[in-house]
């Protein structure tokens, strides 16, 4: 089973980066989907996208996000007023740097699945936050398989859940302290294991 995982994950990390630029998977790719960023790699472009960036083709623009800048958001990047997502019976079991540092698999446990419905709702975009620098990771999303988190029809109780964002550029690293936010549900002052 863990071998299947590894196999899932490297083909959505492969297609993920390279995802519309129609190079090979192992590749560098031309622009790196998820997180805007201020200064690219060489040899990668800075874009900001992913499915839940103000870019993407939901037609909602802010700012400079639109065109491709580094756009961190208000001050820490997190919205002032979030409910704990205690309130909800769900906990944040852990953070992890997963394919080989380029994103990072949030894992979450619901003790009531009745309650934690909301979070998983499939117009929510959840993203993490980078607390030193205020910038926003999301839910890559690939056209063969979708949004890379769990969504279900029927959230389940006492179950663990998974959603993996990406990290192009390997911008998050072991011992950074993120926020992750959904709707107006959150968690701050997260470690990355």
């Known amino acids: 089973m863990r071998a299947l995982h590894r196999c899932v994950l490297a083909a959505c990390c492969a297609s993920v980066l390279a995802a519309g630029t129609g190079q090979a998977a192992g590749q560098p790719p031309a622009g790196a989907a998820g997180v805007a960023q201020k200064e690219a790699p060489a040899g990668w472009q800075a874009q900001a996208s992913g499915p839940g960036h103000p870019s993407a083709t939901s037609g909602r623009h802010q700012g400079k996000a639109a065109s491709g800048e580094a756009a961190p958001a208000r001050g820490p990047g997190v919205p002032a007023r979030l409910r704990p997502l205690e309130a909800l019976d769900v906990q944040v079991v852990s953070v992890r740097l997963t394919a080989a540092g380029y994103m990072l698999d949030l894992r979450l446990r619901v003790g009531d699945g009745k309650k934690a419905r909301p979070i998983f709702d499939r117009k929510l975009r959840p993203y993490i936050v980078e607390e030193k620098t205020g910038y926003r990771f999301y839910v890559p999303e690939s056209s063969k398989l979708g949004p890379l988190r769990q969504a279900p029809q029927r959230v389940r109780s006492h179950r663990v859940y998974f959603l993996l964002f990406a990290n192009p550029g390997r ?23």
């Open 171 to 193: 911008r998050i690293r072991h011992g950074d302290r993120i926020s992750f936010v959904v709707g107006d549900y959150g968690v701050r002052h997260l470690v990355v294991q």
